[in-house]
């Protein structure tokens, strides 16, 4: 089974700055998509960025950016020039190729401060 | 884009009764949609994945005959928690996958906050 990780359950930074949630996951598949998903205070689910595994560039979306590392299981997204609306929880989930569910991460708090 | 409807957002009812909840896709057909259970802090659960003319597939350890799930449309997909108790309450979220291509990402409702009294 898969498992997706991420050891920072809380982050703080001040606005402008750069910010880097981590995220490392558990497959034994070689072909497998990984998510990044915001919930803002409103609760609504809203999808930041994807990454196919079987590419090696790294997604990119505006202020928003991933780092995948396949040989390490690694997948972490740095936000840039952050701003006070990008202030919710972040979820890291995988789906593995031809399979519907997403597996999620335990989620990490982000507070972007004035 | 795509959009997930969720309705109703807020629900309080007393513990004994019945309460249902509505996940439709508002602008493309959805065969298959997901419901989740999320604690306060805590990330999504996965409860059943429901899928439209035939019988929802439950996650190891949730009751379904306590979560009704009916996907009688390809746009419309319903929770019904039946005889709530307090225990029951949380907040509920579905989703679901625009097209045939669910590794674009899912789209998910607004949610549903349960209160049971």
Avoid at chain 2, 17 to 43: G, H, N
Avoid at chain 2, 83 to 100: K, M, N, Q, R, T
Wanted: some cysteine; proline content about 4%; charged content about 15%.
């Amino acid at each position: 089974a898969q498992t997706v990780t991420q050891s920072q359950p809380e982050m703080s930074v001040q606005e402008a700055e750069t910010v880097t949630l981590s995220c490392t996951y558990d497959t034994s598949e070689s072909n497998y998509y990984l998510f990044w998903y915001k919930q803002p205070p409103s609760r609504q689910m809203i999808l930041v960025i994807r990454q196919e595994a079987y590419k090696q560039q790294n997604a990119t979306e505006n202020r928003f950016s991933v780092n995948f590392q396949k040989a390490a299981k690694s997948f972490s997204l740095k936000i840039s020039d952050s701003q006070l609306g990008d202030t919710a929880m972040y979820f890291c989930a995988f789906m593995k190729q031809g399979a519907q569910k997403l597996v999620f991460g335990q989620g990490t708090r982000l507070t972007i401060n004035p | 884009g795509a959009v997930v409807s969720q309705h109703p957002s807020r629900v309080i009812c007393k513990s004994g009764t019945s309460v249902k909840i509505e996940c439709r896709s508002l602008d493309f057909q959805a065969t298959t949609m997901f419901w989740y259970r999320q604690f306060p802090k805590k990330s999504l659960m996965l409860m059943a994945t429901s899928n439209e003319g035939s019988k929802a597939t439950y996650e190891q350890g949730v009751e379904k005959d306590k979560f009704l799930i009916n996907h009688a449309s390809l746009t419309l997909s319903t929770l019904t928690v039946t005889s709530a108790h307090p225990e029951d309450s949380s907040f509920y979220i579905c989703s679901a996958v625009p097209g045939l291509a669910p590794n674009y990402g899912y789209t998910f409702g607004s949610g549903t906050r349960l209160t049971v009294v």
